[in-house]
């Protein structure tokens, strides 16, 4: 199923590539650049961009306005693709979850101190420098792939990483999500959608049957603040061998990753915290932030154990 682009009436388009469009608006209007200077194109009323809908395979389509609220109650999405549904339900606030969504979560601008104080330019907003590479790195990206160190704010996209879905968008064919974004090295974008362009819904293929997943967030304060890490994990089991695993990373670089070299220990029977240690190599870590690569492997492990079941939190 896709959504019929003729849906989309051809002065919406212009609009968008002329300013910024608009869903839930839980980031733009967050954000120092989205004042009132800023022409917003306004999405929340376009005709079959809403709802999840089961496809005759068991595959399911997301219309890009789903509310993250949507997700994280579905009881069938719950059932089918726990990882995506808890990442979901952990997100934000009730309030925010209720008009986020899912188009806007993956579409949404980095959460960086510098990018959105005014006070400073950056790669994001026009200028040819990152700050917080000789300032405050704390919640820098741990795995470094390029100028800039914003880590990527996209929780659902981490999830559907290890999902292997795709997105439909205006214009184009099929996309997988990591081609949202690319491999993190253009500093000035936060996703490689050209103005204009929209999300219109996320495909996922058939349910594994007998999944079993977990999500954990690190974060500095118990209720809704944004991750230090997190990570999401997939596990089948076929009796006590594990015969399909993903475990997907964010809140560590540029873009959201598919942590295959753990996946591939899994398979080939190395213990959990064997597994999670490969996230180290990856890591090179600024001054602030070499806290992350412990944290990146501890939160890892933690998925993996809470996806089998032998977690003792």
Known sequence: MTVPTELLPADLLQAARDGEPRAGGT??????????????????????????TWQPDGSVHIGALTTIADLARDARLRSAYPALALTAQALATPQIRAVATVGGNLLQRNRCRYYRNPAFTCHQN??????????DTLDAAVIDTGPCLAPHPSSLAMALLTYDASVQVHDRGPLPVAGLYGDGSDPSRDHLLDPGELVLAIHLPPPVAGERAAYHRATGRSEAEWPLVEAVARLVLDGTRISHVAVGAGGVARVPLRLDEVEKAVLAGEPFATAAALTAGRCTPAPGNAYKVTLLAGTVLEVLERAAGTSSS
């Open 27 to 52: 980031d733009l209007m967050s954000r120092p650049a989205a004042g009132p200077h800023v022409d917003l194109t306004g999405l929340r009323d376009l005709p079959g961009m809403s709802g999840i």
């Open 126 to 135: 026009g200028g040819n420098s990152c700050p917080a590479r000789t300032g």
